[in-house]
């Protein structure tokens, strides 16, 4: 597919006023995406569950405007505020997508918009944030036209997520999403995310993921910045290279339900994410000693309990445990006996992998 594709040639009709609701959920990558190209197009292939709770509400009332002009208009509630600061992120999707939905300058937008998880908690909302605002969009877009395919719908609002935010596209779907060009894995794109397309062993099923909160501070350095500095970075083409084959090998992990394996790639692209920082010019450290202490009492606790326990880290000090849902009950023991005092004032989150949105 083609960005041509995404570009609608009539509408039946163009409602006059409505409202449509979505929740989106965030999602955990176990292969990272980290450097990207113009247009929000990824510089390597990523992989990720999507999460069952932590999620978006967005709620979008449109009413035709009297007089359109070269701006769109819109009003922003966060958690029930005005919250004009994130206008201008706002802004700029909009601007970016809107040769794929061509009726934005039609409208007066009034989104309304609040986190499941608690405000500022370090976890990132662009995902989940991106792809809820995406999605309400696309249903306007749906009911302005004669028959949208399901699989479009889906390809669509992936597709415009990612001009958002690279990872909200992997938000739509679950339990598992992949998004990028990668020979291993057919009718992947770079375009858009797609639903892991292969078997995948039922040890995955309902897999667990609590998130320690351990910093949730403003991060020194965004994701945005991030990406950029893996131009011209010394490491850039072997850790690409390193990304399409992990992603190769967890294709035999999901199918065989090899946990052990599973293990080692995650944490091994959890801490390549990181090293990749450290290791950029400018560099710059995210993760907190809290986060060390974490992973070190995680390895600890998984050599003496047998457990299958690993941990996975995006771009700041959080930690988020994965492991399978049978041995919940003595993992959870174990981050409130001994993890739970390096989180910033004990707080930790308990999600699970998700089916995707969900239309409200
Ligand atoms: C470390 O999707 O937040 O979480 O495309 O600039 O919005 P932008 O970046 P973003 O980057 C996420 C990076 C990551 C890894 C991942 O989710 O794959």
């Given at each position: 597919m083609t960005e041509k594709e995404f570009i609608p040639t009539s509408y039946t009709t163009l409602k006059d006023e409505g409202v449509v609701a979505y929740s989106s959920p965030s999602n955990i990558a176990l292969v990272k995406y980290w450097g990207k190209r113009e247009n929000?197009?990824?510089a390597n292939p990523s992989i990720s569950f999507t999460l069952a709770s932590c999620a978006t509400i967005t709620k979008v009332h449109f009413k035709k405007r009297e007089k359109k002009d070269d701006n769109f208009s819109f009003e922003l509630l966060f958690e029930g505020e005005v919250k004009d600061e994130f206008k201008p992120k706002i802004n700029t999707f909009l601007r970016r997508i809107e040769q794929y939905l061509p009726?934005?300058?039609?409208y007066h937008f009034k989104i309304d918009t609040s986190n499941s998880f608690p405000h500022s908690s370090g976890i990132a909302s662009s995902a989940s944030g991106m792809s809820a605002l995406a999605l309400c969009f696309m249903e306007m877009e749906r009911t302005f036209s004669n028959a949208i395919s399901q699989e479009y719908f889906n390809k669509k609002v992936s597709f415009l997520s990612r001009l958002g935010s690279g990872s909200a596209c992997r938000s739509i779907e679950g339990p598992l999403v992949q998004w990028g060009d990668c020979n291993a894995f057919e009718g992947s794109s770079n375009l858009f995310g797609i639903k892991y397309p292969y078997e995948v062993h039922s040890v995955f099923n309902n897999f667990q993921d609590t998130i320690l909160l351990v910093d949730k501070g403003e991060k020194q350095v965004s994701s945005t910045v991030g990406h950029e500095l893996?131009?011209?970075?010394?490491f850039a083409s072997q850790r690409f290279e390193q990304a399409h084959n992990n992603l190769e090998k967890l294709r035999t992990v999901f199918a065989e339900g090899n946990l052990n394996e599973f293990i080692s790639i995650v944490e091994s692209e959890a801490l390549t994410l990181h090293a990749m920082m450290m290791t950029s010019s400018p560099y710059f450290i995210l993760m907190k000693p809290n986060t060390l202490s974490i992973i070190n009492a995680i390895w600890k606790f998984r050599k003496e309990s047998k457990t299958h326990v690993c941990f996975t880290l995006d771009a700041g000090a959080n930690v988020h445990l994965l492991y399978p849902e049978n041995e919940r009950e003595v993992v959870l023991h174990f981050i409130k006996e001994?993890?739970?005092?390096?989180c910033q004032n004990g707080q930790y989150i308990c999600d699970r992998i998700g089916l995707g949105a969900k239309k409200l």
């Open positions: 929000q197009i990824p009726f934005l300058k039609d893996m131009h011209g970075h010394p001994v993890l739970v005092p390096f």
